[in-house]
């Protein structure tokens, strides 16, 4: 049976080590050190190595494994053919990358070449996409630009956000790593070269970024909302107190670019072309609530202008 080494940290990395533990003999897991977390500030271990440890998986948890020479003989003696990485975050050296047999493998929740960088799933909701996926690649020095073994897609619909999508894409991609390494490391599979013409990247998001410009249009707006969720989640400002946009829908309706109408039975914002409908909205200091329930109680609502 294949010996996997596994190195990944947050939650969405723990059902590809679930995956691998189950079809494969995962010899060891390297993650990120347990942080303190909570009101306390008590140490806290990562998602994967809480899942490790249910799994009865050996972990170490380097600070730098690039520093650490006795991290990377425990590595050595776990006599690993193949290391797969799912969000560790640390960078990998060449002595690291190059250890077993076969090159080491990533998950990227994109369709490479498209969304290379920190937030591929939010990217693609951004750029408007038909359809989101996962792909596994063979690791190299450069970001995200490793050679493409194998991809697997699927539509993406106007409910989908980041944090919905992310739980979907994390089982994507561990059954596709469970359906991938087998032909892979028999020699079956051929890693492609990514087109590099075709390449996107999308960085970091902002706290910033999350707040709504009006003059936008509806479609984009909508967008935004759906990609910065759960973090850092959009916003407007009204009364001069922070409104959070949950969620909402675009609209063919047209209103002045900002002001808040009433059309039927909802709760329209203008923008450059249609309008958005509010759905759910957050205000300042309260739970969130339906636009209807946040309107009964403040009806100066409509006719103002968020800013």
């Known amino acids: ?8 940290s947050p939650v969405f990395a723990v059902p590809s080590l679930q995956a691998l533990a189950a079809n494969f003999n995962v010899v060891g897991v390297v ?3 347990d942080r303190p977390a909570g009101r306390g500030k008590k140490l806290k271990p990562s998602p994967v190595k809480a899942a490790a440890l249910e799994l009865d998986i050996p972990v170490i948890t380097p600070l730098n494994l690039r520093k650490e020479p006795d991290s990377i003989a ?9 290391l797969v990485v799912v969000a560790f975050g640390q960078i990998l050296s060449k002595e690291v990358l190059y250890m077993a047999p076969h090159d080491t493998i990533n998950i990227h929740f994109s369709l490479l070449p498209k969304h290379r960088g920190a937030a591929p799933i939010a990217g693609a909701i951004l750029a408007g996409d ?16 490793g050679a493409i073994i194998s991809q697997r897609s699927m539509p993406l619909e106007a409910h989908h956000t980041t944090r919905n999508l992310t739980d979907v894409m994390s089982n994507l991609g561990a059954d596709l790593l469970v359906d991938t390494i087998p032909d892979y490391t028999a020699g079956k599979l051929t890693p492609t070269q990514q087109d590099e013409s075709q390449m996107s990247y999308i960085g970091k ?3 910033s970024d999350g707040h709504i410009n009006w003059n936008e249009d509806a479609i984009t707006i909508d967008r935004k909302i759906r990609a910065f969720d759960p973090w850092p989640g959009t916003f407007s400002f009204w009364n001069d107190q922070r409104l959070k946009i949950i969620s909402g829908t675009p609209t063919d309706v047209t209103a002045p670019i900002g002001q808040v109408i009433q059309h039927e039975d909802t709760i329209l914002v ?3 072309t249609g309008s958005l409908k509010l759905v759910t909205v957050q205000p300042q200091g ?4 339906s636009a209807a329930d946040f ?13």
């Open 205 to 207: 998001i902002d706290k």
């Open 295 to 307: 309107l009964r109680g403040n009806p100066e609502f409509v006719g103002s202008t968020l800013a």
């Open 130 to 145: 038909a359809e989101v996926g996962v792909t596994i690649m063979e690791v190299v020095y450069k970001l995200d630009a």
């Open 31 to 33: 993650t990120q050190p």
């Open 74 to 82: 425990q590595i050595k003696a776990w006599q690993p053919d193949i």
């Open 270 to 272: 203008g923008t450059s």
């Open 286 to 289: 309260k739970k969130a609530m």
């Open 1 to 8: 049976m294949t010996n996997i080494v596994f190195l990944g």
